[in-house]
């Protein structure tokens, strides 16, 4: 086993590593920018190694300094976590050559999931189902030609793909041409490759993933799903296993099992990775594509699995065959994670850094917390403001709603705007309640509700401060008369 892994990575997904690191013996090294000089994944590692400014592209993203790190610290292997360098092949190519562990899959395994059309080819060359669509790049006459065959609507989606970006939705002939032209220059500035291949739209889709992982001996096994249709601009929003809808189909959690493992084999695959599938309003399920990283939201699949993802990739990469057996994996009960971000969902989700001035986590009962964050410390404005994700586990999915709702209640963030609200109003909705989820879900649900109103007392209290400091004679009229809203909230009060 390996005596010393270095994190390329910050923020929580490098605590929750360092976590297992520490669990297992092995010696952690963080590396760190200017802008993380107080980070947690700096204080909780045993060396710690800066690697440049705040930008990411000049630190998180460089290759050779993060390789440098770990040279001068004597690591062995390195964790890349999620985002940054985690899918680069290039990083995952100077790693090998530079006689150090990726823990991750190996770089040819990165490159062929990264093309999304090479991606589809392995998954049709391991018999898993895909959205009919073409196999390469293609002009207008051909994504006409296309459109002929199967019919409108189709989705164009670039090669290079990911994210949502250069992806067009065309629903008539008249269409195609711009709607090209525009898909092929966004994908361009995106990932500088234009080429956009076509597929069927499927239309309300519900997005189901399957984490697999596999040993390079050629054992694989699959955990189950991830429903992961709460998304907001390709961001997932709230993840939870059982998917409510594979808890309706329990067969469809082998089947799609099966499916994902075959399009993994087809690749060459090994260590951790995740198949995502478009499930159709059907019920028939397809693949997307393939993440060859550790995802934001395995906590969910460790809570009902009762495995350590992190353990699993570390043993893997250092050689160790795969301890456990399809017919071992089993699930219990149901998780539900939030992603809790900085930032002011009811206007227009815009990034809230800054300093945290209070912070109360909640405790008790199968609630698990993977933060990064802590009383005084300021939320760096360089890099995604995602403070923690908290994820519960419950015996039903009712009780793991119920049990989610108490936790947001007793989690309390000062200083800085947060999504906390909004996730407890998206719990209380009877849509999500029942179970009706799909990829829509988010933008109907903020054209059919109102944003959360404060409760009674605190627009009571409100009111009376602002009164109070009214009468005290307080600033200067044009202090008096900014634009605070609860100075606006206060004086409603006292108006009503
Ligand atoms: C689709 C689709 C419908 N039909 N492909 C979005 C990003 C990229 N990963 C693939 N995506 C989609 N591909 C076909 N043929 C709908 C989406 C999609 C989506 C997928 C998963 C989760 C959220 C989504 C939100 C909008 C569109």
């Not at 490098?14 to 010696?27: N, Q």
């Not at 809790?340 to 698990?368: C, M, W």
């Not at 419950?394 to 000062?414: H, Q």
Request: proline share 5%.
């Amino acid at each position: 086993m390996f005596r010393k892994v270095l994190i390329a990575n910050r923020g929580e997904i490098a605590v929750r590593v360092i976590r297992t690191l520490h669990e297992m013996g092995i010696a952690s090294v963080a590396v760190y920018s200017d802008a993380d000089r107080t980070s947690s994944h700096v204080r909780m590692a045993d060396e710690a190694e800066h690697i440049g400014p705040a930008a990411s592209a000049e630190s998180y993203l460089r290759i050779d300094r993060i390789l440098d790190a770990a040279r001068k610290h004597g690591a062995e292997a390195i964790h890349p976590g999620y985002g940054f360098l985690s899918e680069n092949a290039d990083f995952a190519a100077a790693c090998e050559s530079a006689g150090i562990v990726f823990i991750g899959p190996s770089s040819a395994s990165i490159r062929a999931m990264g093309s999304k059309t090479a991606g589809r080819a392995a998954a049709i060359a391991g018999g898993a189902p895909v959205v009919p669509g073409t196999t390469k790049g293609v002009t207008a006459e051909e994504a006409r030609e296309f459109a002929r065959e199967h019919g409108y609507p189709i989705l164009l989606k670039a090669v290079a793909g990911g994210g949502g970006k250069g992806m067009r939705a065309v629903r008539a002939e008249g269409e195609l041409e711009g709607a090209l032209r525009d898909a092929a220059s966004e994908a361009e500035r995106a990932f500088r490759d234009a080429d956009i291949y076509v597929e069927k739209l499927v239309e309300r889709p519900r997005h189901i993933e399957i984490q697999i992982i596999g040993d390079q001996h050629g054992k694989m096994v699959h955990l189950g799903e991830r429903e992961c249709s709460l998304q907001r601009r390709h961001q997932k929003v709230i993840e939870e296993c059982p998917s409510p809808w594979i808890a309706l189909h329990p067969e469809m959690r082998e089947k799609m099992g099966a499916a994902a493992i075959r399009a993994a084999r087809a690749a060459g695959y090994y260590n951790a990775g995740t198949v995502e599938f478009l499930v159709d309003e059907s019920g028939r399920f397809y693949f997307l594509e393939m993440n060859t990283r550790l995802q934001v939201e395995h906590p969910i699949t460790e809570l009902v699995t009762g495995l350590d993802l992190v353990r699993m990739q570390v043993e893997i990469a250092a050689g160790a065959h795969l301890r456990i057996a399809q017919e071992q994996v089993t699930w219990r009960g149901s998780a539900i994670e939030c992603r809790i971000y900085a930032e002011d969902p009811y206007n227009h989700f815009l990034p809230s850094p800054g300093k945290i001035t209070r912070l109360t986590r909640p405790q008790g009962p199968g609630v698990r917390i993977d933060g990064c964050i802590y009383d005084g410390w300021t939320v760096p404005m360089e890099y995604d403001p995602l403070l923690a994700k908290m994820a519960v586990w419950a015996e039903t999915r009712e009780t793991a709603i119920a049990r989610m709702l108490r936790a947001l209640r007793e989690y309390d963030v000062g200083g800085i705007r947060t999504n906390l609200a909004f996730f407890r109003q998206i719990l209380e909705d009877p849509e999500f309640q029942a179970g009706h989820l799909h990829t829509g879900f988010i933008d109907e649900f903020f054209a059919r509700t109102d944003p959360p109103q404060p409760p009674e007392e605190l627009r009571a209290i409100a009111a009376l401060a602002a009164a109070l400091h009214a009468s005290a004679g307080g600033p200067s009229e044009a202090k008096a008369t900014n634009s605070s809203r609860w100075l606006a909230t206060g004086r409603e009060g006292l108006l009503r």
